[in-house]
């Protein structure tokens, strides 16, 4: 499981930056560059409508297999010369819509593997290979996209799709379905209404959702920002975030993430606004590294949702998770990508810096109020929506 996601971020860090510097090449429009690079979470709100409720209905082994088999010729597809750019949305929305299925399938595999209590240290793990994976992949990317083309790059992310549907299938123990029947439109939104029926669950989401929704706003401008150094600042940011997650997954006592929850989500933001003042590139730098560490927030937020939610609904309980961090990057990217074209790159990361910040001030006290009364007990709507025989 380790090594077919680490392949998958491979494959969708590579692409994603030679997508985004062919479509910038082309326009040399930062909103349809970031667009490019983000814009497939956008079909990530239909997937959480529409085929959430098979993340726990699927043979786990069978849909990750076919989930990168889906991306590889998706991605396959945008290196064919002359694809106009309509049809290059297209696909990438495509790929969208079946990645909407793959975070659900994923950490809910993951979450019946490990025992409740070890999520949070397993997620971490994860997140570490997410993190090392990234830094390779856009060091990778940006050599490629020079060596190669960017087209070329795209067939080479295609490949690491192809090889990471091989380990799924041959590598990975074959598993039943978590829960019984069929998956429907019908299922997903009755789980979904159970799961968006609770009042701290509410806010976990939209505390994983927005904050760091809008901080992708920032860093889908890198290319427009500083095209030269941009694979450089996305290995930066990939290198903070691996960096706080492994100190946060490792090293930090249970009874010190509590208090250091609400920092870290500041943490995310706030030194994006040094790039309100056009900084040097070891300033710019410093601060990718310095906010990315926030990221380790969504940790104690994801652990803390787990333990609200009942285990047979944790599959769609995290893909509903996965598909609205996913849909709120495309949504800050779209914002910052238009702040963009009509101010500067610069000025657009401050905005959606100062966005963030507040949006985490004011969940903030719901957040602390949920912490000092959650027991982990199911609600009336969570044993309405168990999954039925």
């Known amino acids: 499981m380790f090594a077919v996601a680490s392949a998958q971020v491979a494959a969708s860090t590579v692409s994603g930056l030679a997508l985004g510097t062919l479509v910038y090449g082309a326009t040399g429009s930062p909103l349809l560059s970031a667009l490019s690079m983000f814009g497939a979470s956008f079909a990530q709100v239909l997937g959480a409508t529409v085929l959430l409720s098979a993340a726990d209905r699927l043979p786990p082994r069978a849909a990750m297999t076919a989930l990168a088999l889906v991306h590889c010729a998706g991605t396959a597809a945008l290196a064919v010369p002359g694809l106009p750019l309509g049809a290059v949305f297209a696909v990438v929305l495509g ?36 993190g090392v994976q990234q830094i390779i992949g856009f060091v990778a990317g940006g050599v490629l996209v020079s060596v190669l083309s960017p087209r070329g790059t795209l067939l080479a992310g295609a490949g ?26 019908a299922e997903t939104w009755r789980i979904n ?23 992708v706003g920032c860093e889908s401008l890198y290319v427009a920002y500083d095209s030269r150094h941009a694979g450089l600042l996305f290995a930066c940011a990939a290198a903070g975030m691996l960096t706080g997650d492994t100190l946060m997954g490792r090293f930090v006592p249970r009874w010190w ?5 609400a920092p870290l989500r500041l943490l995310l933001a706030v030194p994006y606004l040094v790039f309100l003042l056009h900084p040097s590139l070891p300033v710019a730098v410093a601060a990718v590294v310095l906010a990315s560490a926030g990221y380790s927030a969504s940790l104690l937020l994801q652990e803390r949702l787990m333990a609200v939610t009942p285990e047979e609904m944790s599959g769609q ?27 500067s790159a610069a000025a657009a990361m401050g905005v959606m810096a100062v966005a963030s910040v507040a949006v985490t001030l004011a969940l903030a006290p719901g957040l602390r109020a949920d912490a000092a009364t959650e027991v982990g007990s199911s609600t009336p709507a969570d044993e309405a929506a168990r999954p039925r025989r």
């Open 95 to 130: 790929m969208g819509l079946a990645a909407s299925l793959g975070g659900g399938v994923r950490f809910g595999l993951l979450n019946e593997i490990l025992p409740r209590d070890g999520y949070l240290l397993g997620r971490s793990v994860l997140s570490m290979s997410v």
């Open 160 to 185: 690491l799709y192809l090889a990471a549907a091989a380990v799924a299938r041959w590598g990975l123990t074959a598993r039943p379905p978590r829960a019984q029947g069929r998956p429907s439109p």
């Open 193 to 215: 209404r159970a799961l968006w029926s609770s009042g701290a669950r509410r806010r976990l989401y939209l505390a994983l959702w927005v904050p760091n929704g809008l901080i």
């Open 257 to 261: 993430r509590e208090r250091l929850s």
């Open 317 to 343: 309980a995290l893909g509903l998770q996965s598909s609205g961090v996913l849909t709120m990057q495309g949504v800050g990217a779209a914002v910052a990508g238009a702040v963009a074209q009509f101010t």
